[in-house]
């Protein structure tokens, strides 16, 4: 059964810093690696989706990255700015579509 | 454009009424829908897919159930809801994938559910 790890749990960074959230599984057999984001009380929001083909996506200031092999991905964001506040999930795909998530990062960007 | 809405965005129900959560997708036809649950202080939980009308798997066992009347509607539902039902409903929906790529998932506002 696919567990999906996301470290740290919770992030506090001043504005204008890079940052990287990590996500880890255990099942490396996955379709896509698919990043959202989830604000207080509301749905989840697609970032970014890897192909298992594939080695990394980008749009704008976020930057995801994948490693089948060793069951890692990254999500990248620079320059983070106060509205990049929000709890970053991870979830991966396996051949029935279905999602398998991390329990998510808390970021907090401070002004 | 596809659009996904759920309603109501938030119900306080007592223990032991019943439950119907709905969930409508527009703008595409034949979508795979999902039924996702997040309790507090624990991670998203699929509960339900479906993959055309009628036609309901189950993720995990529970007091609840779903159904697909139509190809865009998808219901959670409950005849008597209990304490453990408590919290946030996401309902999803993806286009079918096709050989080794798959699709991403989108996912509506949400329901909050608090059982008293």
């Known amino acids: 059964k696919q567990e999906v790890t996301q470290i740290p749990a919770a992030l506090s960074v001043p504005e204008g810093e890079n940052l990287v959230l990590n996500c880890s599984f255990t099942?490396?057999?996955?379709?896509?690696l698919q990043w959202f984001r989830q604000d207080p009380g509301k749905g989840l929001t697609s970032l970014l989706l890897?192909?298992?083909?594939?080695r990394e996506q980008t749009s704008g200031r976020l930057n995801a990255s994948l490693d089948k092999s060793s069951g890692r991905s990254t999500l990248y964001i620079a320059a983070s700015q106060p509205g990049d506040s929000a709890t970053y999930l991870c979830?991966?795909?396996?051949?029935?579509?279905?999602?398998?998530f991390g329990g998510g990062t808390r970021l907090m960007v401070k002004p | 454009s596809q659009t996904i809405h759920q309603w109501p965005a938030t119900l306080v129900q007592p223990v032991g009424s019943p439950l119907s959560l709905e969930c409508t997708v527009e703008?595409?036809?034949?979508?795979?829908l999902y039924w996702y649950r997040q309790a507090a202080g624990r991670g998203l939980q699929l509960l339900f897919y479906?993959?055309?009308?009628?036609?309901i798997s189950s993720e995990v066992p529970q007091n609840l159930s779903a159904s697909r009347p139509q190809d865009r509607q998808f219901i959670l539902s409950s005849k008597k809801l209990l304490l453990s039902d408590s919290g946030f409903y996401l309902c999803?929906?993806?286009?079918?994938?096709?050989?080794?790529?798959?699709?991403?998932?989108?996912f509506g506002d949400g329901t909050r559910l608090s059982i008293l």
């Open positions: 979830a991966s795909t396996d051949a029935g579509n279905m999602l398998t």
């Open positions: 890897i192909q298992s083909s594939q």
């Open positions: 999803a929906w993806s286009v079918a994938g096709t050989g080794t790529i798959s699709q991403p998932q989108h």
């Open positions: 703008g595409t036809s034949n979508p795979n």
């Open positions: 479906s993959v055309g009308i009628g036609q």
């Open positions: 099942d490396s057999a996955i379709y896509n």
